[in-house]
């Protein structure tokens, strides 16, 4: 991503755990942080909160959050405008790492990327349906949104040519989901239709979450549908893979140098 950005006439200052940040951010335009936060908070602002606040050049910064900032809604819908409502402990530190976030951008344009789960190649249910550690748990109308790796770029990408303006913290909320929320066991199913192998058998719910660990509980504890028109309008963007059936079609194709 720093790269594509970089061939389109930024200077970006894409900040990781272990990259050395004080000199690029002297020079960087373009700010992306990826880094999630943890139980002491977000690690980026804790190691560089001061050198970002004081960055002579920055001009925008893009923090890619997660959804789980909505919470639990019992299925029903939510959107950009939504207010955030976090039900879960890591979905409470992601709020607050955006609420930290907007803090250190002090009035310069930040984009809050709040996304659904991510896909692609290398990370997809592929690799699990070949180990035959697939599980196919069924709950009829737990549905969730994917977005894939090419598609987050694409957004952020296009969030810098067009920066948010406007409001009093120049924060734009950006959901990155895809147009069809779906239950887990349709994606496997179609996953494994694609590879030509069985489907794996279905597996009642109440069985499955006993076995769970506590993140995947707090996963399955909430249910959700993300909408993303306002983003792709406010971007000029159509998502490339809208569902996740174009995108695990890419992902074979990729995997088989067709891409």
């Known amino acids: 991503m720093a790269q594509k950005a970089a061939d389109a006439g930024y200077a970006v200052a894409s900040i990781g755990r272990d990259t ?3 000199a690029a951010l002297a020079a960087a335009t373009h700010l992306l942080a990826t880094v999630p936060p943890d139980a002491a908070g977000d690690p980026v602002l804790a190691r560089y909160g001061a050198a970002i606040a004081s960055a002579p050049m920055l001009r925008w910064i893009g923090y890619l959050s997660a959804t789980s900032v909505y919470g639990d ?9 939504t207010p955030p409502a976090p039900t879960s402990e ?4 992601r709020l607050a790492a955006e609420r930290a976030w907007e803090r250190v951008a002090e009035g310069r344009p930040l984009d809050l990327f709040r996304l659904a789960g991510i896909y692609g190649p290398g990370r997809s249910v592929f690799a699990a349906l070949r180990r035959g550690e697939a599980r196919r748990i069924e ?3 737990h549905e969730f949104g994917r977005i894939h790796r090419d598609d987050i770029v694409a957004a952020v990408l296009a969030a810098m040519r067009n920066p948010p303006l406007g409001t009093s913290m120049g924060t734009r909320i950006l959901n990155l989901t895809d147009d069809e929320p779906a239950e887990s066991a349709a994606v496997i199913g179609e996953a494994a239709r694609l590879l030509g192998m069985p489907a794996p058998p279905a597996l009642p719910f109440a ?3 006993a ?3 506590p993140m995947a509980r707090s996963f399955w504890d909430e249910s959700r549908r993300v909408l993303s028109r306002k983003t792709r309008a ?3 963007l159509a998502w490339r893979y809208p569902s996740y059936r174009e995108g695990l079609e890419a992902i074979l194709a990729e995997e088989a140098g067709k891409g």
């Not at 809604?73 to 405008?81: H, L, Q, S, W, Y």
């Open 20 to 22: 050395p940040a004080e």
């Open 139 to 141: 709950r009829p109308g």
């Open 73 to 81: 809604r019992g299925g029903g819908t939510v959107d950009e405008d």
């Open 207 to 209: 069985e499955a979450y």
């Open 211 to 213: 076995a769970m660990s």
């Open 90 to 93: 890591r979905g409470r530190r």
């Open 234 to 236: 406010a971007l000029g």
